[in-house]
């Protein structure tokens, strides 16, 4: 397995107080996800789907298990290594876009390469042409559409060429014929760079776009084929 662009889950979960005692939100999850591969993480509301990517991405901690995250155990990495290692191997699609607003569409996208110290304009100009954006780069996210604003925040997840890629709803926000457009388009960029992607997903048709599916029920795995 190419552990660069691979995820392991062992025993994972997740457990808070609550006025009855202990909650748990997660229990002894365990999956992997291959090199490259696009995994649908599926279950109605309140199954711990949003949880269990947050712990993916190292962005909150377990009560229990592992994750190794392109070859590092995330959990045994202090939280400053944890956001290095995000920086340097994962992109973010939010269902909300989570853009910077008093930043344009060109100054979104160069952001993570210059906290990488990479060199940003031209890398940043071309993944929005990439995503037909070449005449908006000037443009402040309250100027651009839902649509718009969505491929922004693909060309910025997209333009560190990250190993991984986390999508959360990518788009719950989106009319029916936009979210169509935007999917198609993040496979495509998710099949050009060789991106794993693990999806977070209310959308069956959607899901049925991945090589598989988890199907989470009351915080355990329902299902995984």
């Keep these: 397995m190419d552990t660069g662009n691979s995820i392991e889950v062992t025993g ?3 457990h808070v107080a609550d006025a009855g005692g202990r909650l748990a939100i997660l229990e002894d999850i365990a999956f992997t996800v291959r090199a490259g591969e696009a995994l649908a993480i ?13 712990l993916l991405a190292g962005l909150d901690v377990p009560s229990s298990g592992s994750v190794r995250l392109a070859g590092h155990d995330l959990f045994a990495l202090d939280e400053d290594g ?13 269902q909300s876009f989570q853009l910077l607003p008093n930043l344009t569409a060109l100054e979104n996208v160069m952001l993570p390469l210059e906290l990488a110290g990479l060199p940003a304009r031209e890398a940043a100009e071309a993944m929005l042409e990439r995503v037909g954006l070449g005449q908006r780069l000037h443009h402040y996210p309250r100027t651009l559409s839902g649509g718009e604003q969505q491929r922004v925040s693909l060309a910025r997840a997209f333009v560190v060429k990250p190993a991984l890629l986390f999508a959360d709803e990518p788009t719950g926000s989106l009319d029916a014929a936009t979210g169509d457009r935007i999917i198609d388009l993040m496979f495509a960029l998710q099949r050009e760079q060789a991106a794993t992607l693990v999806l977070v997903t209310h959308d069956p048709a959607l899901a049925s776009r991945c090589e598989r599916q988890l199907v989470l029920a009351a915080g355990r795995v329902a299902n995984s084929n």
């Design 82 to 94: 944890r956001a290095r290692l995000r920086a340097s191997h994962v992109g973010f699609v939010f």
């Design 42 to 54: 599926t279950g109605s509301s309140g199954s711990g789907k949003s949880t269990l990517l947050g």
């Design 12 to 14: 994972l979960g997740k």
